[in-house]
């Protein structure tokens, strides 16, 4: 194993899939657990969407939310039950809430709550807005920037929305703006150039319907400062003002995901091993990319493994109720 601290990274809507619900039961009592709260708190059958839901299902970004954030959280109990504690957390986009929960600065039913008002409003923003994201592989950033401001007609828009590796961009916009940026990519030789099965423009411009219910949601909760150093994706950086990051956390959902810098910061604070605690390896292979130096896990080879040191001071309680909301 890979010397230096650990950093747990979180994954983001696109890593739900059909029968995601089957690895829960991997995870013991502390996964059913995680599982009969999101119902009580969301009100959605997540155990029956986890088993049973098809792909267009899971696509509507309040169910994807909620099952990423639920499978995520899950194993990050069980996760703590074997021993493993994380020096540093962060997250990709929604990810950014699991990373927020696990370093305690929210219990699990605010996050819960948070999480689902999040889908419901980018949902919506989405159906007000439409658009669309493409991903693009092997050109370089400034190359697939200026051609996004190329791509800007009229009211037509598209812009860069993660920032995921040294050889990915995905950008996200307009689907005519967001089609001219494809074939411009594919003209130039891009390895590769395709539009992506999302249903909205996420973190570009189009997502500003959903700013004020988040906004609404979030100005009624209180953050704790971070137990656990927490990365912002948005930034890159550790976060350092609880209160800042507080009143800049709804605009997460406009703003570029700015993942290389997040995963090169966790380098140059020592981190030698990142383990995805989410569903799926999507995060993994990009931290592959970005430190090829560090070593990068998935939740089961984990649980496979002694866990290394823990950091000093740890403590073992998760928030699982809710008692982060202001009174006021």
């Known amino acids: 194993m890979s010397g230096g601290p650990t950093a747990f990274v979180f994954p983001g809507q696109g890593s739900q899939f059909p029968g995601m619900g089957r690895e829960i039961g991997r995870f013991g009592a502390e996964g059913g657990q995680v599982v009969a709260r999101a119902e009580d708190v969301t009100g959605l059958p997540v155990a029956e969407l ?28 069980r996760l703590h039950g074997q021993g493993w504690r994380p020096w540093y957390v962060a997250g990709h986009s929604l990810g950014e809430f699991t990373a927020l929960y696990a370093a305690r600065s929210l219990d699990l039913d605010t996050a819960l709550e948070l999480v689902s008002c999040r889908g419901r409003a980018m949902r919506d923003a989405a159906r007000l807005s439409p658009g669309s994201m493409a991903a ?3 050109l370089p950033l400034d190359l697939v920037r200026g051609m996004c401001r190329e791509a800007c007609h009229g009211t037509d828009l598209v812009t860069v929305a993660n920032v995921n590796s ?3 961009a995905v950008v996200s916009g307009s689907t005519p703006a967001v089609r001219r940026v494809v074939e411009r990519a594919q003209a130039l030789g891009a390895l590769r150039a ?8 996420y973190h570009s411009p ?85 430190v090829r130096e560090a070593e990068h896990l998935g939740v089961q080879d984990a649980l496979r493994i002694s866990p290394p040191d823990a950091p000093p001071g740890t403590t073992d309680t998760l928030l699982t109720t809710a008692t982060t909301k202001d009174s006021s």
């Open 50 to 77: 986890m088993a049973a839901a098809d792909a267009h299902t899971l696509a509507d970004p309040e169910i994807a939310q909620v099952l990423v954030f639920v499978w995520s959280a899950a194993a990050l109990a």
């Open 136 to 138: 693009i592989v092997g």
């Open 166 to 168: 040294p050889r990915q």
């Open 194 to 201: 395709r539009q992506l099965a999302v249903g909205g423009a």
């Open 206 to 290: 189009l997502m500003a319907p959903a700013l004020p219910p988040l906004a609404a949601a979030l100005a009624r909760v209180r953050l704790h400062p971070p137990r656990i150093p927490l990365v912002s994706s948005t930034t890159g950086q550790v976060v350092e003002d609880i209160e800042e990051y507080h009143d800049e956390l709804p605009w997460q959902m406009l703003r570029p995901v700015q993942w290389r810098r997040t995963v090169t910061t966790l380098r140059r604070q020592g981190v030698g091993l990142f383990l995805e605690a989410g569903p799926g390896r999507v995060l993994a292979g990009l931290g592959r990319e970005i």
